[in-house]
């Protein structure tokens, strides 16, 4: 089975923190995601990977970073935590050739 | 671009009954398209999915989804809910690597 990790459940930041969020994936999977999800609006993509130091914006990428150095590795950051950024994010992986993303169990951010 | 449409926030149905939960979706060429279900803190779980083929498509858990080309439909459905079938579902389409989801439904199943 595919497992997805995130390295936290909850966090709580305080506004103009720089935050980061981390994802492991362990089926050497090429694509990456990281998605927000907030209520009503269901998943927006804010960056994706295809590959190692490969990096593509998404839907909402302002405000956001990434970073692959490794292929199972896959980092959002934040550079300056604001309260628009409250929400849950979730990272997906994606084995090239198929359809199926794999979540990970995602990161509920609160930032004060 | 684009786009899935879930036109219920909520769907709400007595155990034992038939279920559906309703996905529309905009897309230029074929779509693939996807049905993931959240349980409570917990990440997306992918259940079925449409590529080609039969129409009515069987993924897990018991349920199902009907492409319907012609009304740009794929509802999710199940013949008998369970309680444990509460949940948020998500209905997502694809196309040219590009995955859009929807909003969501949040499905309550009674006692």
């Known amino acids: 089975d595919v497992k997805v990790t995130q390295s936290s459940r909850y966090l709580v930041k305080r506004t103009g923190e720089k935050v980061f969020l981390e994802c492991v994936q362990d089926m050497d999977h090429e694509n990456m995601f990281w998605y927000r999800q907030d209520p009503g609006l269901g998943l927006r993509l804010i960056y994706f990977s295809y590959d190692v130091k490969m990096k593509e914006k998404g839907d909402i990428p302002e405000g956001y970073s990434v970073s692959r150095e490794k292929k199972e590795r896959f980092s959002l950051i934040l550079e300056s935590a604001s309260t628009n950024q409250t929400s849950m994010y979730l990272c997906?992986?994606?084995?090239?050739?198929?359809?199926?993303?794999?979540f990970g169990p995602g990161t509920r951010l609160t930032v004060t | 671009a684009q786009s899935v449409a879930q036109p219920e926030d909520q769907v709400n149905v007595a155990e034992g009954n038939p279920l559906t939960v309703k996905c529309t979706y905009s897309?230029?060429?074929?779509?693939?398209l996807f049905w993931y279900v959240q349980y409570p803190n917990r990440g997306l779980q992918f259940l079925l999915k449409?590529?080609?083929?039969?129409?009515l498509v069987k993924g897990s858990y018991g349920f199902e989804a009907e492409f319907n080309k012609s009304q740009t439909s794929f509802h999710l459905k199940k013949p008998s809910a369970l309680v444990s079938d509460s949940a948020l579902y998500f209905c997502a389409v694809e196309n040219n690597n590009d995955m859009r989801f929807g909003a969501g439904t949040r499905l309550t199943v009674k006692p």
């Open positions: 897309v230029s060429g074929n779509p693939y």
């Open positions: 997906a992986t994606l084995q090239g050739g198929s359809y199926e993303q794999y």
């Open positions: 449409y590529i080609t083929g039969d129409n």
